[in-house]
C-alpha cells in the first residue's frame, strides 16, 4: 500500500479513511511496491512493526512544540534572503502546487524551486538519479558562487 510511486497508488489514497480501509481489507491492496524491491519493503516492515510509526510521525507531533519554542525565542519565521534554499517540487505531489508553493515565499524568500517530472511524494525514490543529479549541480552552483577562485 505504501512507497508507491503516483502511477500505481490507490486514486483515493489521500482521502480521509482510505488508507484505513485498504489496511483493513475493506478495499483491496494494489500489490507489491513499484518503487522498491521486496526485501527494501520487508525492512521497513519489520523496523515498524518494532518500533511503530514513532521516527516518522514524530516531527508531525512536535509541530506544537517547536513553534512554541519558536515563539518564546523571538525567531523570525522568515528565512534570511542570503540563505540558499533548494526546494525540490514533484510535479504529481497533491502538497506541492504551485500556489502552495508561492505561498513559502514569504517565509523562503531565497528558494530555488526545481520542478522533477513523472515524480511524486517518492521523489528520492522514483527518480533517484535525476534527484541526485539536481542536488549535486546545486551546491557545486552555490559553491562556485561563494567560494573565490583560486
Known amino acids: 500500500m505504501f512507497y508507491r510511486s503516483y502511477k500505481t497508488v490507490h486514486p483515493d489514497f489521500f482521502k480521509v479513511g482510505t488508507q484505513e480501509k485498504i489496511m483493513s481489507g475493506e478495499i483491496e491492496n494494489p500489490g507489491p511496491s513499484d518503487l522498491m524491491s521486496e526485501k527494501e519493503r520487508q525492512y521497513y516492515i519489520d523496523t515498524f512493526e518494532a ?57 523562503v524568500p531565497s528558494q530555488e524551486v526545481i520542478r522533477v517530472e513523472d515524480s511524486a511524494h517518492f521523489v528520492m525514490l522514483e527518480k533517484r538519479d535525476v534527484l541526485t543529479k539536481i542536488i549535486g549541480d546545486w551546491v557545486e552552483s552555490k559553491l562556485k558562487s561563494t567560494v573565490p577562485a583560486a
Do not use: C, D, M
Request: proline residues 14%.
Open 51 to 107: 518500533s511503530g510509526l514513532e521516527g516518522p510521525t514524530r516531527y508531525y507531533k512536535s509541530t506544537p512544540k517547536r513553534y512554541g519554542q519558536e515563539q518564546e525565542l523571538h525567531l523570525n519565521p522568515v528565512l534570511p534572503e542570503t540563505l540558499p534554499i533548494l526546494f525540490v517540487a514533484p510535479n504529481h505531489e497533491p502538497f506541492t502546487t504551485q500556489p502552495r508553493i508561492e505561498e513559502t515565499r514569504a517565509y
